[in-house]
Nanobody, 121 residues
Framework: QVQLVESGGGLVQAGGSLRLSCAAS????????MGWYRQAPGKQRELVAT???????NYADSVKGRFTISRDNGKNTVYLQMNSLKPEDTAVYYC???????????????WGQGTQVTVSS
């Protein structure tokens, strides 16, 4: 029905940059919000950034000023530009979207499979 596929993860050195992408596909009527969560080993999954269809954004305090979330509604794609990366940013990053499927009524949450981001010190 709906699939979220992340790309762009990898290994970078501290201070470097990385750009994550997540493309949603399937029987989609609308995507009301998209975002990124991350989970480091031994820690709970945490919100990184979200963006609504209207362009309203929200960031975790730990990434403010360094990360920028954006989206291309025409491509059903969300991006996360990550600058000034720190070792503490190392985690699996998961794409998230609230989606109304075709012929559906309610928004439902969807998750990607995750992409590993590793920042070396």
């Amino acid at each position: 029905q709906v699939q979220l596929v992340e790309s762009g993860g990898g290994l970078v050195q501290a201070g470097g940059s990385l750009r994550l992408s997540c493309a949603a596909s399937g029987s989609i009527a609308s995507i009301n919000a998209m975002g990124w969560y991350r989970q480091a080993p031994g820690k709970q999954r945490e919100l990184v950034a979200t963006i609504t269809s209207g362009g309203s954004t929200n960031y975790a305090d730990s990434v403010k000023g360094r990360f920028t979330i954006s989206r291309d509604n025409g491509k059903n794609t969300v991006y996360l530009q990550m600058n000034s990366l720190k070792p503490e940013d190392t985690a699996v990053y998961y794409c998230y979207a609230r989606i109304v499927v075709l012929m559906g009524i309610m928004q439902q949450p969807y998750w990607g499979q995750g992409t590993q981001v590793t920042v070396s010190s």
